[in-house]
């Protein structure tokens, strides 16, 4: 990989930048950036000393490989057709990182040959232990899987699924992030109410929470509600806690909650 680019430069698309530089695949010189903010653009090149693009499709011309579409997914569809005669097969694939956007979608609009990825990272790549997903499509070659593993391994774990599977995966990795904050901020409030400092409970909770999913990953042959018995005594506290989410609702709640957010990503894609 001797450059990288970027068309939007947010959050996600900082995230990747950072691990990318951090690991030291890239020096920032070699990574080409456009934004639509003119501001945000100035302060990439200023904080992180990357090239920064007068416009899109000048990143794909300065790029000999990946150029990742880190926009909002509903202007996908006009990136792609500020980009189309800039793009060369031969030498650029794209990587698309937008919730809900087909393979199709892109491919539809891109010249004929050009090689497209579809990614759904998540927020937790801003501390480079992030869950990325991808499927290639079907232009790619083997190489281009290889180029999306080395990119997203620096910014936490990496997995090739089938396209039908995105939206699930959107669903749980993409936008569970937000399930569990709102989990901690609960146990904290719960803790709280308890008699323990706020600071002290948040800090207490997201280290319980870290440790369980731990036990987890350490344990892939076991349930986890075998797990989750083994600490459940007769009679005891956490068994009149279990029990007590239970009459909440709290796992159909949780399955409601990434059904809903993989609906609303098949959902966009059929915009």
Known sequence: MNSIGFIGGGVMAEAMIRGLLSRGLLEPSQVFVYDADPSRSEWLSIELGLSVMPHASHVCDAVQGAVIIAVKPDVVDSVMNDIRGAVEPERNVIISVAAGISLDRVQQIAKPGTRVVRVMPNTPCLVREGVSCYTLGQNCRAEDGALVQQIFSAIGTV??????????????????????????????????????????????????????????????????????NRVESPAGTTISATNALEHGGFRAAVIDAVTAAAEKSRAMGKK
């Open 159 to 228: 997995h090739e699924v089938p396209e039908k599977q995105l939206d699930a995966v959107t669903g749980l990795t993409g936008s569970g992030p937000a399930y569990v904050f709102m989990f901690i901020e609960a146990l904290a409030d719960g803790a709280v109410l308890n008699g323990l400092p706020r600071s002290t409970a948040r800090t207490l909770a997201a280290e319980m929470v870290c440790g369980a999913a731990q036990m987890v990953k350490a344990n892939p042959s076991v349930h986890p509600a075998e797990l989750r």
